[in-house]
């Protein structure tokens, strides 16, 4: 596999290094509603680019999650970061558990924003042609925005969100990124992890719900942890970024291992671990 530097924004200089990776609609400006109330001086966040999406759009390449995990560990390699956290929303929650999966002594923390479950996502065929339209097809994209996040939001919100989407993803990418994330299982490869791992579901997202989760997520991670943020679809970063941040940045702060405080739970109104 060649090696390929992904393209990334580095945003403070903490001492606890944390990977974040975008999911299937959006490139690293996925993140922004949250960057500038980030805490910049516990944490340092390479916030990256997959290929097929933002300044890597036009990377060739396969296009699945194992090829993603190799790139993220690269890039580590290349900053010099020989122990990280990850932070993985939807498809980017694949991709992290496959760097679990590759390389489980270097992952400090994970977290899954709506993560693909290792299990993968299996759709019904309904469902899967209006996902593998969704390449070609921008009314697709708003029709999927729109249902996971409860039918709720604004037209302009779902407009920009599509708009925002076409702009940074190749087509034929983003079609062979659905059947890496959705149609591969390699959850035998991280169940029994001992490495803290905790997935934020929104309440209004019906496909990567909190139930999901239960059956695979906290089945999976022997120290996983679930918290449900009530006000939120599938979209987090965009729906409520600041409950996002404390939430996510709280169960980063609970590793010991310097650049935390060694405090408690992470699960400010979140369900309680399984």
């Not at 900053?79 to 956290?85: A, M, P, Q, T």
């Amino acid at each position: 596999m060649a090696s390929f530097l992904l393209p990334h924004t580095l945003l403070g200089e903490g001492p606890h290094k944390v990977v974040a990776v975008h999911g299937w609609f959006a490139d690293r400006s996925a993140y922004a509603p949250v960057l500038d109330d980030l805490d910049l001086g516990a944490f340092q966040y390479a916030v990256v680019d997959l290929r097929g999406y933002g300044e890597a759009k036009g990377a060739v390449g396969a296009f699945t999650t194992t090829e993603g995990a190799a790139d993220v560990l690269d890039l580590a390699d290349r900053l010099g970061w020989e122990r990280f956290s990850l932070i993985g929303h939807s498809m980017g929650g694949s991709v992290a558990q496959r760097v679990l999966a590759a390389a489980p002594h270097r992952v400090r923390r994970l977290v899954g924003v709506s993560p693909v479950p290792a299990q993968g996502l299996r759709l019904p065929p309904e469902q899967w042609e209006l996902f593998a339209s969704a390449a070609q097809v921008p009314e697709s994209r708003r029709t999927i925005i729109d249902i996971t996040t409860g039918g709720v939001r604004p037209r302009a919100w779902l407009d920009r969100m599509v708009d925002r989407s076409l702009a940074v993803s190749d087509p034929k990418a983003f079609r062979a990124w659905l059947d890496s994330w959705a149609g591969e299982d390699f959850h035998t490869e991280v169940t029994g992890s001992a490495v803290p791992a905790l997935t934020v579901t929104g309440a209004l997202d019906p496909a990567l719900s909190a139930d999901l989760m239960r059956s695979t997520w906290l089945r999976s991670y022997v120290r996983g942890e679930l918290a449900e943020l009530s006000s939120a679809g599938h979209y987090a970063m965009d729906e409520v970024p600041l409950e996002l941040i404390r939430t996510v940045e709280d169960f980063l702060r609970a590793d010991g291992e310097g650049g935390g405080d060694g405090g408690g739970s992470a699960l400010a109104g979140g369900d309680a671990p399984a």
